[in-house]
């Protein structure tokens, strides 16, 4: 179980090491990987919930009070991200915020680690530094809110973060069928507002730019003659080859045979 009340569930749970500070409207929790093994995380409690990864690019999660979040983790070297709890009444006042994944904001992100760095520092004791970190963070919670709203109402599609978490989802879901519901519930809009946001910003609707990512990804894995047409569809989420050919051919002109055949003698071309 969870250190904190209602947070965020991880299983294995004997493969991580938890660790949380309380103070007023707020929890901190650091939680680092023990094991190379698959981590599995889910949350949807009463809490706003941030998380902020330590390693790579420093990416960030923002879950909204009430709303649901999952993703898993195979660390291939040491782990850690904090987890940061904000009761809604804790907040200033602000219009109602949206989910955003995958994102990177170096204020946020700062705050939140500097938060977990004090969290797993057993000589610390300043309950009012937290807090005032803690403020620091709601603000920027809200400052993120307003800066994402004004960029979609500039260009009238999808703000930055939001065509760079739907796009960094279909990439790592390739294979599988994605839904224009969940897609939109990655950026906090309907169904309806979604499509007509993605269309102009991308240029093409959501489906059709997953089958061209597929497609994409195909062309790529047929340039390396080890793998078979029929193990490349797959690999790109078509369960019959007949299927792989026909949207290949669709968006290509050709078959994947032929689009292979075209490599072959472009190299071996004098």
């Known amino acids: ?26 929890i901190a929790e650091s939680v680092q990987a023990t094991k190379r093994a698959r981590l599995d995380f889910h949350y949807s409690g009463p809490r706003h919930l941030l998380a902020a990864y330590e390693r790579g690019p ?18 291939c070297a040491a782990m850690r991200v904090v987890y940061v709890y904000v009761d809604p009444a804790a907040m200033p006042a602000s219009p109602p915020l949206a989910p955003r994944m995958a994102f990177e904001d170096a204020a946020l992100a700062d705050t939140a ?27 920027e919670l809200v400052r993120l809110t307003a800066t994402s709203r004004s960029e979609a109402l500039a260009k ?49 609707p959501p489906h059709r730019y997953h089958s061209n990512r597929r497609i994409e990804r195909a062309k790529h894995l047929l340039a390396q003659p080890t793998a078979s047409v029929t193990d490349i569809g797959r690999i790109v989420g078509y369960g019959e080859t007949s299927s792989f050919t026909t949207a290949f051919h669709k968006a290509t002109g050709i078959t994947p045979t032929a689009y292979r055949r075209t490599l072959t003698s472009s190299e071996t071309a004098p």
């Open 113 to 139: 680690l500097k938060l977990g760095r004090l969290i797993d520092d057993t000589d610390f004791d300043d309950d009012h530094y937290l807090e005032a970190l803690g403020t620091v963070l709601t603000h």
């Open 58 to 75: 420093r990416k960030l999660a923002f879950v909204p009070a009430g709303h649901a979040y999952r993703e898993w983790h195979e660390p």
């Open 156 to 204: 009238g599609g999808l703000a930055a973060w939001q065509q760079r978490a739907v796009t960094v989802y279909i990439e790592e879901h390739l294979a599988e069928p994605i839904s224009l519901c969940t897609l939109a519930r990655l950026v906090g809009l309907s169904p309806y507002h979604f499509c007509r946001a993605f269309k102009q910003s991308v240029g093409l």
């Open 1 to 26: 179980m969870p250190i904190v009340d209602q947070g965020v569930m991880v299983q294995p749970s004997d493969a991580v090491k938890r660790r949380s500070r309380v103070w007023n409207g707020m």
